[in-house]
Nanobody, 126 residues
């Protein structure tokens, strides 16, 4: 069992930055693939970025490449998402998720993730 708690969301002006954190419980955080998803009002939840548990491979959706950086600190059981150059299109509730998956895998579908946090709101003003 893994419990996930996101933090770091808030209100930022367009062009600004935020750093999201996801604190995980349990001793096996380091063996889970991790991902960030987001859901904007009236839209389906979508994959944003993921990181494998082995070798820290990363993957991003096209719209955030070059602006967002995912990372993890297994010693602190924490996942991060550094978000720069934010636009109103990035405004959403952001969720972290954990997947029991292969060492170098980065799942991108919701159904591939086993545990979810409660989400943190990111608001970007234009």
């Amino acid at each position: 069992q893994v419990q996930l708690v996101e933090s770091g969301g808030g209100l930022v002006q367009a062009g600004g930055s935020l750093r999201l954190s996801c604190a995980a419980s349990g001793r096996t955080f380091g063996s889970y693939g991790m991902g960030w998803f987001r859901q904007a009002p009236g839209k389906e939840r979508e994959f944003v970025s993921g990181i494998s548990w082995f070798a820290g491979r990363t993957f991003y959706r096209d719209s955030v490449k070059g602006r967002f950086t995912i990372s993890r600190d297994n010693a602190k059981n924490t996942l991060y998402l550094q978000m720069n150059s934010l636009t109103p299109e990035d405004m959403a509730i952001y969720y972290c998720a954990a997947a029991r998956t292969g060492a170098a895998n980065i799942p991108t579908a919701e159904r591939q993730y086993d545990y979810w946090g409660q989400g943190t709101q990111v608001t970007v003003s234009s």
